[in-house]
């Protein structure tokens, strides 16, 4: 198997602009994703004991990318998500407990059960939504990012996606009309590699996604998705930017996820020695190491944080698998205008 490559972008982000942490900051992002790992942990295991309804679309593996990008937002900045969604929620912001009732599609989820997995929104927070249609969340992220401009205000608009879908119409529209007005956007995407179970490499010519935004006369910018500081770096200066009314950037984030395209996808297209390799590089762990190798944290209170937060989901779960499902009298509420 070929070594894993670095990123070849001329605008790739220095390691070097990541390594000052406070312990405030890197307790707060290992926090973020602990949550974001345990909570995909135990879905998963619900979904293996034929306890969660449909599929699981697991996160599990590319926590840094949400947690870096979204830890430099502000609570009213927008965020438009995918079908694998959950981990851009809690790091926006979304409350555990309403979020994984969605999940399980119960009536005092955060959308009372309707979106279920792939579906989940909270407005107040700027969370508008994750969808099933690949690509299908870049048009109504420019959208969004427009009304920003309507408003006269200077709230900017993520939104993410995986490389498969910077291979659809939308995106290329999407970026196109972005740049062409100067809209405060930033496109995320998650590059995990396979595109469900197509490797991106196998129906492209040029495999860094960042380099299409040569062609919209934007950035492209690549940066390590297992690092949080380098995801944190790199979609600070693109916030930054979006936010100061110079348009917007396309940030690829170099990332793996650990599971199949859905939970039970046996993965057969990829090979256990490149499972292995990239999760020697996982995020929590790195993070981790250098907490305790600069002195900003010690093993006990990150043991305990990892224990309080493992039955925190744990709760979660179980009140999830305890309420109510909907009400079928209440199936067309909010489906048409009063």
Not at 151 to 169: H, L, M, T, Y
Not at 244 to 267: I, M
Not at 315 to 334: G, I, N, R, Y
Request: hydrophobic share 40%.
């Amino acid at each position: 198997m070929a070594s894993i490559k670095k990123p070849t972008s001329d605008k790739a982000v220095k390691g070097a602009q990541t390594n000052v942490l406070s312990a405030e900051e890197g307790l707060e992002l290992y926090t973020r994703m602990l949550e974001i790992r345990e909570c995909e942990a135990q879905l998963n295991a619900a979904f293996a004991k034929n306890l969660f309804p449909g599929y699981i679309h697991s996160y599990m593996g590319q926590e840094a990318c949400a947690v870096g990008v979204c830890s430099i937002l502000r609570t009213d900045d927008y965020i438009v998500t995918t079908h694998r969604g959950r981990g851009h929620y809690l790091a926006k912001g979304m409350a555990l407990l309403p979020m994984v009732c969605e999940m399980f599609g119960k009536a005092n989820g955060i959308c009372g059960g309707r979106g279920g997995e792939m579906h989940a929104a909270d407005p107040a927070l700027g969370i508008l939504g994750g969808n099933g249609i690949v690509g299908g969340g870049i048009p109504y992220a420019t959208g969004a990012a427009y009304s920003a401009v309507l408003d006269g205000i200077d709230r900017i608009c993520v939104v993410f996606f995986g490389e498969g879908a910077s291979n659809q119409g939308s995106f290329h529209e999407a970026l196109n009309l972005a740049s062409a007005w100067s809209l405060p956007l930033v496109f995320v995407c998650e590059n995990n590699l396979y595109a469900e179970m197509t490797p991106f490499k196998d129906s492209v010519r040029v495999p860094d996604v960042a380099e299409r935004a040569h062609g919209y006369g934007i950035p492209g910018v690549i940066a390590d998705g297992t690092d949080v500081l380098a995801v944190r770096e790199a979609a600070r200066a693109a916030v930054s930017r979006a936010r100061a009314g110079q348009g917007p950037t396309l940030l690829e984030l170099k990332t793996y996820r650990y599971g199949g395209h859905f939970q039970g996808d046996p993965c057969n297209y990829r090979t256990r020695d490149e499972e292995k390799e990239w999760q020697s590089r996982d995020a929590i762990i790195r993070l981790r190491r250098q907490m305790l190798s600069q002195g900003l944290q010690n093993e006990a209170t990150l043991e305990s944080l990892e224990l309080r937060m493992a039955a925190k989901v744990a709760e979660a779960v179980q009140f999830a698998l305890d309420s109510p499902d909907p009400e079928p009298t209440s199936a067309l509420l909010s489906v048409y205008a009063d």
